[in-house]
């Protein structure tokens, strides 16, 4: 009896313990889940990231944002720096898809040459979304959709303050100057083509020529140098498609003896801080805002795509103009 009651008191004893394994067990498991969760109780995620390089202020805004939301929201980062070669991004795009990521975003630096690597992203199911910049392809369903900003209109609203700052003069002819972004680069293709329609119908304004800066600041230098060279002060306008290059420009403008922003009207893009800074000193006219700061809508896309939802094909953040219409002193701390 005594044998018995012991042997079912060492049963029950067993499985008294092996409940409480099990519980034990269970607390370690969602425990583990919650420390993989996003902060906002998403489920984890790996996203591979492929950003073009370092080429300007707004670029390494841009990084410092997506890294930063990373963190917000719990997702894993695996950051590739392309150092402005497009063979670096599809070799970084390969990695991604060898490593099974969940999700794949990238800055495309220019717009034609990644229907293979897409195509290979797309055989292993894994969703692409674009970031800042788009692509141009044939094919169907290689991207889930673009988070940037909407060039065009940026381009528009250059070219309409340019026509504002016309009439509020009351000049007859502008000789305009454009130093262009990356060639067949979004950003380049459209600022430029917005710009022109929106001048299309001001017989006051004519394009010199367009030079191609590359977004770069030293490209910005030479570009500036020799168009100073080739018209010298017949140049009643610079639109430069991005604050590097303008900021590249200005010197070169003052060495040849005449004053940005009173003898040349200057028109910039991005609206990082430098050149806010230089906006307040009347050296430059306008800045059209471009946000780096896509890395929040990137973060909850990837999210949403990892749970098997559909997203929006096209998200644009909003943008303002900053120029000297407006009190200067009333524009905050830009944090790019
Ligand atoms: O204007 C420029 C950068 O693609 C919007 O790239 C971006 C552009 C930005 O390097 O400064």
């Known amino acids: 009896m005594k044998m018995m009651y012991n042997a079912s008191g060492v049963r029950?004893?067993?499985?008294?313990?092996?409940?409480?394994?099990?519980?034990?067990?269970?607390?370690?498991?969602?425990?583990?889940?919650?420390?993989?969760?996003?902060?906002?109780?998403?489920?984890?995620?790996?996203?591979?990231?492929?950003?073009?390089?370092?080429?300007?202020?707004?670029?390494?805004?841009?990084?410092?944002?997506?890294?930063?939301?990373?963190e917000n929201y719990g997702v894993s980062l695996m950051f590739e720096n392309a150092n402005q070669k497009q063979e670096n991004q599809i070799a970084a795009i390969r990695r991604f898809i060898a490593y099974q990521v969940d999700v794949i975003a990238f800055s495309p630096i220019v717009e034609d040459g990644w229907d293979n690597v897409l195509m290979e992203a797309k055989e292993a199911g894994i969703p692409v979304i674009l970031v800042d910049r788009d692509i141009s392809t044939e094919e169907e369903d290689l991207t889930t959709c673009l988070i940037g900003a909407d060039f065009y209109k940026e381009g528009v609203m250059a070219g309409e303050y340019l026509i504002r700052k016309a009439d509020s003069l009351g000049l007859e002819h502008l000789n305009i100057v454009e130093i262009t972004g990356t060639d067949n680069s979004t950003p380049m293709r459209q600022r430029q083509a917005g710009f022109a329609d929106a001048i299309a119908g001001d017989e006051r304004m004519e394009i010199l020529e367009s030079i191609d800066g590359d977004f770069i600041k030293s490209r910005g230098e030479e570009c500036m140098r020799s168009l100073l060279e080739e018209y010298g002060d017949e140049i009643d306008v610079v639109y430069s498609h991005n604050d590097e290059m303008t900021l590249g420009a200005l010197p070169e403008i003052e060495k040849a003896g005449l004053v940005p922003g009173k003898d040349i009207i200057i028109i910039s893009i991005d609206g990082g801080q430098e050149a806010i800074d230089v906006?307040?000193?009347?050296?430059?006219?306008?800045?059209?805002?471009?946000?780096?700061?896509?890395?929040?809508?990137?973060?909850?896309?990837?999210?949403?795509?990892?749970?098997?939802?559909?997203?929006?094909?096209?998200?644009?953040?909003?943008?303002?103009?900053?120029?000297?219409?407006?009190?200067?002193?009333?524009?905050?701390?830009?944090g790019y």
């Open 279 to 334: 906006l307040k000193q009347g050296k430059i006219n306008c800045v059209v805002e471009c946000t780096p700061k896509l890395g929040k809508e990137v973060m909850e896309t990837a999210i949403r795509l990892k749970a098997g939802e559909k997203v929006e094909g096209v998200i644009h953040p909003e943008e303002k103009v900053f120029s000297d219409e407006m009190n200067l002193s009333e524009i905050g701390p830009r």
């Open 12 to 70: 029950s004893m067993k499985k008294t313990l092996s409940i409480l394994l099990c519980f034990v067990m269970t607390v370690f498991v969602l425990a583990g889940c919650q420390a993989d969760s996003g902060k906002k109780g998403e489920p984890s995620l790996l996203l591979g990231f492929s950003q073009i390089g370092s080429e300007s202020a707004w670029r390494l805004g841009n990084t410092r944002d997506i890294e930063e939301q990373a």
